[in-house]
């Protein structure tokens, strides 16, 4: 299983242009649907975590996903699948990229590229929002915070902190009112 672990990441990192989030779709597909190693709910929960945690969000996701299939051996593989594909190609560019940084081939090709990756990165949003069971307000919540991201100087560190605490306050009061009703 470690290989095949180690396979599915490496076809994923090697196979994906734009970063992280482009991943997030070929990554849910491979894990979840086709191998049914992970549930959706687990899938978006893993999300939430790689993007609130330190370092690329691809490599975050590598990193739980194999640890929630094979413990500590299974996360390194997974991240090792993830990152050596970016680490050849990386190095073979190095070599060679300023021979051909002026080359108008190459210049067409990354801007070829460019469309695809917006539309790997929409295709997962729309996954997850689906998935995730949103009613309107949470939808509404999720527009704010990125139009506010998107129009402002506000760290999304800072919204992320913020939606923890208006979270944390909504369940706890939630709560107590669920005790009051019942000792009523």
Same mark, same amino acid.
């Given at each position: 299983?470690?290989?095949?672990?180690?396979? !599915?990441?490496?076809?994923?990192?090697?196979?994906?242009?734009?970063?992280?989030?482009?991943?997030?779709?070929? =990554?849910?597909?491979? =894990?979840?649907?086709?191998?049914?190693?992970? @549930?959706?709910?687990?899938?978006?929960?893993?999300?939430?975590? &790689?993007?609130?945690?330190?370092?690329? +969000?691809?490599?975050? +996701?590598?990193?739980?996903?194999g640890?929630? +299939?094979?413990?500590?051996?299974?996360?390194?593989? /997974?991240?090792?699948?993830?990152?050596?594909?970016?680490? =050849?190609?990386?190095?073979?560019?190095?070599?060679?990229?300023?021979?051909?940084?002026?080359?108008?081939?190459?210049? @067409?090709?990354?801007?070829?590229?460019?469309?695809?990756?917006?539309?790997?990165?929409?295709? /997962?949003?729309?996954?997850?929002?689906?998935?995730?069971?949103?009613?309107?307000?949470? $939808?509404?919540? &999720? $527009?704010?915070?990125?139009?506010?991201i &998107?129009?402002?100087?506000?760290?999304? =560190?800072?919204?992320?902190? !913020?939606?923890? !605490?208006?979270s944390?306050?909504?369940?706890?009061?939630?709560?107590?009112?669920?005790?009051?009703?019942?000792?009523?």
């Open positions: 299983m470690l290989l095949e672990i180690f396979s !599915i990441f490496f076809k994923v990192g090697a196979f994906t242009f734009g970063g992280g989030f482009a991943m997030i779709p070929i =990554i849910q597909q491979e =894990i979840v649907s086709k191998k049914n190693w992970i @549930k959706d709910e687990d899938f978006i929960d893993i999300i939430s975590i &790689a993007q609130s945690s330190p370092g690329p +969000i691809a490599v975050n +996701i590598s990193t739980y996903v640890y929630k +299939i094979k413990g500590f051996t299974g996360a390194v593989v /997974a991240t090792l699948g993830t990152v050596m594909p970016s680490f =050849i190609i990386i190095l073979f560019i190095a070599m060679f990229f300023y021979q051909f940084n002026d080359n108008i081939i190459i210049q @067409k090709i990354f801007s070829g590229i460019r469309p695809a990756v917006v539309a790997l990165i929409l295709s /997962a949003i729309y996954s997850l929002v689906r998935k995730s069971h949103f009613n309107y307000l949470h $939808l509404l919540i &999720a $527009l704010a915070t990125a139009l506010i &998107a129009f402002t100087d506000v760290n999304p =560190i800072y919204m992320i902190i !913020i939606g923890i !605490i208006i944390i306050t909504f369940n706890k009061i939630k709560e107590d009112y669920m005790i009051d009703k019942k000792e009523n």
